[in-house]
């Protein structure tokens, strides 16, 4: 049976993007071992010649005319609850290394 | 005894000119304010709706066509977004985010001359069954204010039974329509995957999330859906409406075969609920209908892979609110990854972390083969298992959910025991079929529902049988 330790959970929270403090960790690792536990009763099932499901409405790739639409709005509109600084028509975030 | 008359009747007044859009509105948002004690709403968009409702009745007065819905007012679950207001999905990274664009959902009702006076609350980004996983504040249950209202369309449900407005909108991934309806006395209806466009609802489980209305009965809930359904170029998941549309099929009793699904009807289920639906069977069997007991031996695994399936997907949609996008962005990151990590950290609640580790867990390497990808093997089990009963009987019937309305605080520190509130309603969503649930009577004084669901694509035939259903039980 699957069991996580505080390194696992720290490793988790660092993919996510996530700071987590001491007591969240200590918190989601109970959680996250007794939900694991549950869904862990998946293992046994026998899942001999299926395939996993990727998509439930059977249908494939929707395509459409490649040409311009005019939504009616512009990217400007759509960015305008950006909080990152906007220069030229793009986001200026922090510095990415240092 | 509710305000408001049927959906069509006020749009017919309203057309007529014998009612105006102002007027509804006014009532919703007076009733709004009179039962603001249970939480049910986030924000009302006073002023946009009144706009609108009087855009709606100059139409009338120019003798010109208002729609189908004319003046209906309506509330919207908040993680739909609605043009111009502040749409917040319940959580604290979307304070401040007003909608620059809006559902087509949302489009398509207001084309009609439906007009959204309000946002309803729900648990932060739709993960919960109780509402109480809001990052503002829990709904409480119109029938009894110290019980939930179910979740996640929690404050949908409830701003329904409530009297504020003839009908709300809600999202049902895991049962996020159906369980509040149950738990709160409403109708609510979970469509055929893709049959409602997605396009402009924040996402949570891309491929299970669907959208649905809650109101006080079938019919209405079959004219919502008759609006809001077909293909959307917004969104390439969407499927073609049935071109006879989905109001205006009755399908009786006789000759209708339904079967009832033994799994639903185990341990875990409440005896007093037990009883409620045992009796509307047997009210349903003296009515004409063919009820068969069926087996459906995967469906005890559905909520396991369903909180496999459902974290690993919200972990991948909830990672675009990183702090650059959208509204909230944490003010003291001394570079990108901090601020990234500081915002996710401060701006997501405990369930939204909860679910974004769970999936970036079983989708990471080493993990993904025995997690994720067991979980959607076992999910195509489960799909042929239903596709093989429906080829012996026409519907399915079980209870939508386990319990009553529990009481505020019960669940709220076992995520696990909260998880199982949805055993009942999540092999629907995983395998795309279309359900309803349906006021049946009470338990204890507390509302119970029937739970019926059809084939994929037979959401006419299910409203149909729903409404013979309706009157019966």
């Known amino acids: ?98 | 005894m509710s305000q408001w008359a049927s959906i069509s009747t006020i749009a017919k007044a309203v057309r007529g000119g014998s009612m105006t859009a102002r007027e509804n509105v006014e009532r919703a948002l007076r009733t709004i304010e009179e039962k603001s004690e249970y939480n049910a709403i986030i924000a009302t968009i006073e002023d946009r709706a009144l706009i609108r409702a009087d855009q709606i009745d100059k139409i009338v007065k120019n003798g010109d066509d208002p729609g189908v819905l004319a003046g209906v007012p309506f509330i919207a679950k908040d993680n739909f977004l609605v043009f111009g207001a502040e749409t917040t999905a319940a959580s604290n990274i979307l304070k401040g985010f007003h909608a620059p664009y809006q559902a087509t959902a949302i489009d398509r009702l207001e084309a009609a001359g439906a007009v959204c006076v309000a946002k309803a609350n729900l648990d932060a980004f739709a993960h919960g069954s109780s509402t109480e996983n809001s990052d503002y504040f829990t709904t409480k249950n119109p029938v009894d204010p110290t019980r939930v209202p179910g979740g996640s369309s929690g404050g949908s449900a409830a701003a329904v039974i409530l009297d504020m407005a003839p009908f709300a909108l809600g999202t049902d991934t895991g049962g996020s329509i159906r369980l509040p309806a149950s738990f709160c006395g409403a109708v609510g209806y979970k469509p055929t995957y893709g049959l409602v466009s997605r396009s402009g609802v924040i996402a949570m489980a891309s491929s299970t999330d669907t959208i649905g209305p809650l109101t006080r009965t079938v019919d209405d809930a079959a004219i919502i859906l008759d609006i809001i359904a077909g293909v959307d170029p917004l969104d390439s998941t969407t499927i073609e409406r049935h071109e006879q549309g989905y109001n205006s099929v009755d399908l009786p009793l006789s000759g209708i075969k339904i079967g009832v699904i033994s799994e639903l009807f185990g341990e875990g289920l409440d005896s007093g609920v037990r009883a409620v639906i045992e009796q509307s069977i047997e009210k349903l069997r003296a009515h004409g209908a063919d009820l068969v007991d069926v087996s459906i031996p995967s469906l005890p695994q559905a909520l396991a892979v369903y909180y496999i399936v459902c974290p690993a997907e919200v972990s991948s949609n909830l990672s675009r609110y990183d702090g650059q996008r959208y509204a909230y962005s944490h003010p003291d990151a001394a570079n990108l990854d901090e601020s990234y990590s500081k915002t996710r950290s401060v701006g997501f609640g405990k369930e939204a972390k909860r679910r974004i580790m769970l999936g970036t867990y079983v989708l990471s390497s080493g993990y993904y083969d025995a997690y994720y990808k067991k979980a959607q093997t076992v999910r195509t089990k489960l799909i042929n298992e239903f596709n093989e009963t429906f080829e012996h009987v026409d519907f399915l019937l079980g209870p939508t959910a386990p319990t009553t309305a529990f009481k505020i605080g019960e669940h709220s520190s076992d995520p696990l025991q909260m998880y199982l509130t949805d055993i009942m309603t999540v092999s629907a969503n995983l395998v795309g079929i279309p359900a309803i649930s349906i006021p049946s009577g009470e338990s204890d004084g507390l509302p119970v529902g029937l739970q019926l669901m059809a084939a994929q694509k037979a959401d006419r035939e299910l409203l149909g049988l729903s409404k013979s259903v309706e009157g019966i039980i």
């Open chain 1, 1 to 98: 049976m699957t069991k996580l330790n505080r390194d696992d959970v720290l490793k988790l929270a660092r993919l996510a993007r996530i700071d987590l403090s001491d007591r969240e960790i200590e918190e989601f690792l109970g959680e996250f071992n007794a939900i694991l536990s549950y869904v862990d009763q998946l293992q046994s099932v026998d899942v001999t010649g299926l395939e996993p499901t990727s998509q439930i409405t059977g249908l494939t790739n929707v395509m459409r005319e490649d040409i311009e639409i005019d939504y009616g709005y512009t990217p400007a509109d759509l960015l305008k609850n950006a909080p990152a600084v906007q220069e030229n028509g793009q986001l200026k975030v922090k510095r990415m290394i240092g």
